[in-house]
């Protein structure tokens, strides 16, 4: 199985960036679809983007649509989810996901998670 990791969280105000980091271990990255999700204090864990194998097809939660990039380069192992204009609502842990058969909206399909990275905004 593969072993996700993510880094890249932090503290920033309000209409901030940050970019996250997710890589695996071993070189079979390219053989997951990929997925971010995140959870906030007192709430259950909801997705925010999706990849394919090939990078080639998107997927985005409507609330993070013209604001979050998810993008991966396999040669590298690492996906990518670079956050622009952070509002307060984006605070929570985000984690990494690997699913073999297919990306998809719903953390059922993923078998393999991260253990997350804090984000946190400031108003």
């Known amino acids: 199985q593969v072993q996700p990791v993510e880094s890249g969280g932090g503290l920033v105000q309000t209409g901030g960036s940050l970019r996250l980091s997710c890589t695996t271990s071993?070189?079979?990255?390219?053989?997951?679809?990929m997925g971010w999700f995140r959870q906030a204090p007192g709430k259950e864990r909801e997705f925010v983007a999706a990849i394919n194998r090939a990078g080639t097809v998107t997927q985005y939660v409507d609330s993070v649509k013209g604001r979050f990039t998810i993008s991966r380069d396999n040669a590298k192992n690492t996906m990518y989810l670079q956050m622009n204009s952070l509002k307060p609502e984006d605070t929570a842990v985000y984690y990494c996901?690997?699913?073999?058969?297919?990306?998809?909206?719903?953390?059922?399909?993923?078998?393999?998670w991260g253990q997350g990275t804090q984000v946190t905004v400031s108003s």
């Open positions: 996901a690997a699913a073999r058969t297919y990306y998809s909206s719903s953390a059922r399909m993923y078998g393999f």
């Open positions: 071993g070189r079979a990255f390219n053989d997951y679809h």
